[in-house]
């Protein structure tokens, strides 16, 4: 036989056998590509425990009580004896403007007092003695009504001249500031020297705040869907940034009744609610506008059907029916007598997974208030399941309805308390 009748023979031989080893790869592939795939899970039995739903929020510390100081009168601050940070008591004088002006005002209308009651003191007298005259028939009518106008026009004057003096000596006495309450200069705006507007006809200077400190509250805004949830006399902890590892007793005494709202029109446009909460723990150096963050404990309920929160999954209803037509391509039917607008308002219904006998099964619950780690179940399953906990991706993707499982052990991170 030639040499190369010995070589189309060997190409014959390899070519064949890799042809062979292709087939069987495919084979394998196929047979493969057919077997059921079984997802690895982790589990966890439904199982009763107490769960406090929480609702968290953030906000500022501030004083329950504090007044803004702002003068009444314009002027100059010619005295300002306090300081920021300083503490002072109800009455205890917190500045004064200078007084000159309001001092001649006060002397003018002194003056014009004086004048009108020395021509009531003329008019008085006269006017008696015509009316007397009068009642005898002496005294004719026209001039017992002069007399009678004169001495009442006189009575008007004395009583604007004594008004004016009134509101002059009010004005002298408003430029001096007292404070209103036991508390602590806790913000101080103005210096001595400086001119200050006051509130009679404008929006006036705040030139001080006093607060008492020793009534501290948090201030923090809760959103729409969870204001609903909070009510008056819940507890609440609180985290302040100044002072970590420390949770504060506080509770709620305040609630808004109406919202204010934040990119009013556009895609990002938030209403909040204003929640007022009382801090308890007084041992605590706050210091109003300091931040921090409140978990208000809304409701709390004893030996409950609780799984984990992860567990709770949705699905959304299969809305087509898939056939093959005659030649093998899929066509679809769309469900009878529901229109599209009733499908997109259909919401999708909340499940578990449920292993049994290695395969799940989908079961619908009905869920209660939950916490952060777990989920009360109201209805659908029953102490002892073993439901599906993790992975993330097989809950929420991969798992369908009697779907071949491997429970597997969860990863280790960490011992965590539960509530």
């Known amino acids: 036989m030639s040499t190369n009748g010995k070589k189309s023979k060997k190409k014959i031989i390899v070519f064949s056998a890799i042809g062979f080893v292709l087939i069987v790869v495919m084979v394998v592939l196929l047979i493969g590509s057919k077997r059921e795939q079984v997802i690895p899970v982790q589990v966890e039995k439904v199982s ?18 504090q007044v803004k100081i702002s003068p009444e009168v314009s002027g100059e601050i010619v005295s300002l004896p306090v300081k920021e940070g300083q503490r ?14 309001y001092l001649a005002q006060k002397n003018q209308a002194a003056a014009g007092l004086l ?20 009642k005898k028939g002496l005294a004719s009518e026209a001039e017992y009504d002069q007399a009678r106008a004169a001495y009442e026009s006189s009575k008007a004057n004395y009583a604007q001249a004594k008004a004016t003096l009134d509101q002059a000596e009010e004005n002298l006495r408003k430029t001096t500031i007292v404070a209103p ?4 200069v806790s913000q101080l705006n103005s210096e001595l020297g400086e001119r200050v507007l006051g509130t009679v006809q404008f929006q006036g200077t705040d030139v001080m705040t006093i607060a ?49 709202s934040r990119g009013l029109g556009t895609q990002e446009e938030v209403t909040n609610f204003e929640v007022k909460i009382r801090i308890l723990d007084k041992d605590i150096p706050l210091k109003p506008g300091m931040s921090m963050t409140a978990d208000i404990e809304t409701e709390t309920k004893t030996d409950v059907l609780s799984v984990p ?14 056939a093959k037509e005659e030649d093998g391509r899929e066509r679809t039917f769309a469900i009878k007598n529901e229109s599209a607008k009733g499908r997109e308002n259909k919401r999708p219904p909340e499940i578990v ?3 049994e006998n290695g395969k799940v099964k989908s079961v619908p619950v009905k869920r209660g208030i939950s916490n952060d780690s777990h989920v009360e179940i109201t209805e659908g399953v029953t102490e002892g399941m073993d439901v599906v906990s993790g992975s993330y991706k097989a809950i929420n993707r991969e798992l369908e309805q009697d779907a071949k499982v491997r429970i597997e052990e969860p990863k280790k991170t960490g011992d965590r308390k539960e509530t």
Not at 48 to 65: C, H, M, S, W
Not at 88 to 101: E, T
Request: glycine content about 4%.
């Open 181 to 184: 309450m036991d508390g602590t």
């Open 353 to 355: 997974f449920v292993v």
């Open 48 to 65: 009763r425990r107490t769960i406090t739903q929480v609702v968290t929020a953030t906000g500022k510390v501030q004083p329950e009580v």
């Open 212 to 260: 008492d400190l020793s009534r501290m509250e948090a201030r923090v805004d809760v959103s729409e869907n969870d204001v609903i949830l909070t009510s008056l006399g819940d507890t609440a902890r609180i985290s302040v940034d100044a002072i970590p590892n420390r949770k504060i007793r506080a509770v709620v005494y305040e609630i808004a009744n109406t919202g204010t």
């Open 309 to 322: 929160i992860q567990s709770v999954t949705t699905r959304m209803p299969k809305m087509e029916n898939e």
């Open 88 to 101: 002072v008591q109800k009455g205890q004088l917190l500045m004064k403007i200078k007084p000159d002006v």
């Open 115 to 134: 004048q009108a009651k020395a021509g009531l003191s003329r008019t008085e007298p006269e006017f008696n003695r015509l009316e007397t005259l009068y």
